[in-house]
Nanobody
Framework: QVQLVESGGGLVQAGGSLRLSCAAS????????MGWIRQAPGKEREFVAA????????AYADSVKGRFTISRDNGKNTVYLQMNSLKPEDTAVYYC???????????????WGQGTQVTVSS
């Protein structure tokens, strides 16, 4: 299995930027499609972005398209989420997750990090 540890969350004003990182250990990182999923208080988990095992394909939720960018460095076993033009509605706990396939379906993600809080003030 793979272990995931997120970092980079924090408090930022609307319009600002943050970059989340997720470091993976355990099995070969390049075997896994990677995703970012978020959960706001009182709401269900929401798919944010995904990147294929090779890094050649990405997918985004409509709510973040054009503002967020997912990337990965298989040499460093790390996946990133660059978040620009942040809005208060982006406030949530952001989870990094790994799937044994390339997927935008949250249920396909078998391994999850502990999450990192992102708070965007207005």
């Amino acid at each position: 299995q793979v272990q995931l540890v997120e970092s980079g969350g924090g408090l930022v004003q609307a319009g600002g930027s943050l970059r989340l990182s997720c470091a993976a250990s355990g099995r070969t990182f390049s075997w896994y499609g990677m995703g970012w999923i978020r959960q706001a208080p009182g709401k269900e988990r929401e798919f944010v972005a995904a990147i294929s095992r090779s890094g050649g394909n990405t997918a985004y939720a409509d709510s973040v398209k054009g503002r967020f960018t997912i990337s990965r460095d298989n040499g460093k076993n790390t996946v990133y989420l660059q978040m620009n033009s942040l809005k208060p509605e982006d406030t949530a706990v952001y989870y990094c997750a790994a799937a044994g396939t390339d997927s935008i379906n949250i249920d396909d993600y078998a391994y999850w990090g502990q999450g990192t809080q992102v708070t965007v003030s207005s």
